[in-house]
């Protein structure tokens, strides 16, 4: 499937690594997405550990034009750092988690516009990992057990017709023909979309126009992330949370993984992803 898999993080990380993150890993959380951090060393690690299913890596382009995690170490690629390990769990696993239903999704956001060179070197990186990641060739998706998606500009990306990468849309991307084979995923910021602040109970009209566009998105085979919740104050959280969860919201992002874990263990049914029709994941 993959060749060269021996490493399966940059050099260094080594055997102590992968037994600790064993060792240590929580449930795995269908719901829980964990939030960008440029200061975390290993943010796939950590993601992990917690049980998410998936997380938000910022990159950017080096000197040599490899996108790699923001920092001073040319080393930390996003090869090296997050796809790599994925890869070396899917093929031990057969996928990331063993319970898991839909691909690990890993957002990818570029600190700033990336050239069309560095899509077209990355493509030759991702080649490698056909079987692993999730792949588009004209329109056609074959679902893998990893999910990469570019935040920023589609233009690029819908120009490709063989790609590695799906582009980051928004919830206003629903009912306007935006294919689910281009923008399989639909984020938004709470403040977008909502005026509740988290006090008291939300609008009955707000809550209706919130589970409308998810329920929306899924009939068109999109996932739905939510992310800038409070997080400062436990009880507004824990009431995003609530409403995010109810809503049928797919991914729920925070910096608090912890905080989410324990909230998302207490919902009904929290380990089952709702089936909407979409694949599950079958790794060739």
């Given amino acids: 499937m993959v060749t060269g898999l021996a ?8 055997t102590a690594a992968g037994t600790t993150l064993a060792r240590r ?9 964990a939030g960008r951090d440029d200061a ?35 080393g930390r690629t996003l090869e090296a750092m997050i796809v790599r390990p994925l890869a070396g769990r899917v093929e ?43 792949r588009s060739r004209g329109g056609l998706v074959t679902a893998g ?22 582009a980051e849309g928004t919830l206003d991307d629903v009912g306007r023909s935006v294919p689910a084979a281009l923008v399989p995923l639909a984020s938004e910021h709470v403040a977008w979309r909502l005026g509740w602040d988290g ?13 409308s566009l998810v329920h929306a998105a899924h009939a068109e085979g999109k996932r739905v992330r939510f992310f800038g919740v409070p997080e400062r104050r436990p009880g507004v959280r824990r009431a995003f949370w609530r409403e995010l969860h109810a809503a049928g919201v797919d991914l729920i992002a925070t910096h608090r993984v912890g905080a989410l874990r324990r909230f ?14 979409r694949q599950r994941v079958n790794v060739q």
């Fill in 7 to 14: 490493g399966l993080a940059v050099a260094g990380a080594g």
């Fill in 25 to 33: 890993q929580r449930p795995y959380l269908p719901r829980a997405h």
């Fill in 40 to 74: 975390r060393r290993d943010p796939l690690t950590a993601a992990l550990r917690a049980g998410c299913a998936g997380l938000t890596v910022g990159v950017e382009a080096g000197p040599d034009g490899r996108l790699r995690l923001p920092g001073d170490d040319p």
């Fill in 92 to 134: 031990s696993r057969g996928r990331v988690y063993p319970a898991q239903a839909e691909p690990f999704t890993v957002v990818v956001e570029p600190v700033a516009p990336l050239a069309p060179e560095a899509l077209d070197q990355l493509h030759e990186v991702l080649c490698a990992y056909d079987g692993v990641l999730s």
């Fill in 145 to 166: 057990a990893v999910t990469l998606v570019l935040a920023g500009p589609r233009r690029l990306l819908a120009a490709r017709p063989d790609r590695f990468l799906f």
């Fill in 199 to 211: 006090h008291g109970e939300m609008a009955v009209e707000e809550r209706h126009l919130l589970r």
């Fill in 264 to 277: 998302l263990r207490t919902q009904h049914a929290h380990r089952q992803v709702a089936s909407r029709g």
